[in-house]
């Protein structure tokens, strides 16, 4: 099921699903999870927007009790959340704050998890870093699709590197900070750039030669350049954002009255 520790969701599907329910065989959980996170990452549902149920199991073909598990699951990784007599919202765009803070304690863990890798990591999780790189190199084209699959190489690239390092806690801790769907979410329409996959290439390099060295500062070196990206994004919200709000008027000037003697 999609919402496992085994893989990362596959984006590029996701932005491309219909909202049909479709013919292959699927769990109706399953089904209900992958057409609300497709609409979440995509922004079909907007962030903050109320998630409605009786309309969804309409639109999907299927009773409420699935959409109700489902939106349970997108609420264990913080894409929704529950208000008590209400219903379930999307969850916000993470903060400015809030993406600093990621980005600091990815940058604490993830360096060393890839010197892990490098050092311990089996062949056949090499052999499958390996694929990345040509999959990642075929999704430069711009549009929608193509960012999808550089984000899903990403997600993977992520996912394997922690799973690889031998240590078990640090691949749950990085699987549950769900990192990718939300900087996903606030990247959507940009496009992949070459640097980005300058990097992750670095990254797959330094493990292929298990160079723990090389493979730390490959890593860190990228997420400190994905976090310079990301602050570019925030400031360009926060410039429209400043340019859309009207300037407070002016308070009422009070002039003082002379009084006669």
Request: hydrophobic letters at 45%; charged letters at 25%.
């Amino acid at each position: 099921m999609a919402a496992n520790n085994q893989e990362p969701l596959s984006f590029a599907r996701l932005v491309t699903l219909d909202e049909r329910r479709p013919a292959y065989p699927q769990s109706l959980v399953e089904l209900a999870y992958e057409q609300l996170l497709s609409m979440l990452v995509t922004m079909k549902i907007a962030p903050g927007a109320h998630i409605g149920i009786e309309a969804l199991a309409r639109q999907l073909d299927i009773s409420q009790t699935p959409i109700r598990e489902a939106l349970t699951l997108l609420e264990a990784q913080k894409l929704a959340y529950k208000i008590p007599n209400v219903g379930f919202r999307a969850a916000e765009l993470l903060t400015r704050r809030e993406v600093h803070d990621l980005f600091e304690l990815r940058l604490l863990i993830e360096p060393a998890a890839a010197a892990f890798a490098a050092q311990k990591a089996e062949d056949g999780a090499l052999a499958r870093l390996a694929g990345l790189a040509g999959e990642m190199s075929d999704a430069q084209t711009g549009n929608e699709l193509a960012y999808a699959q550089f984000a899903e190489g990403d997600a993977k690239l992520h996912h394997l590197v922690a799973a690889a390092s031998g240590n078990r806690f640090i691949a749950e801790t990085v699987e549950g900070l769900h990192a990718h769907l939300h900087i996903f979410r606030f990247l959507f329409k940009t496009n992949a750039t070459t640097k980005a996959l300058q990097e992750h290439e670095a990254i797959i390099a330094a493990l292929l030669a298990r160079d723990p060295v090389a493979a730390e500062r490959a890593m860190r070196a990228h997420l400190e350049a994905s976090r310079a990206r990301m602050n570019v994004v925030l400031e360009e919200q926060e410039r429209l954002a400043a340019a859309q709000t009207p300037p407070a008027p002016d308070g009422p000037t009070r002039r003082g009255r002379s009084r006669r003697r």
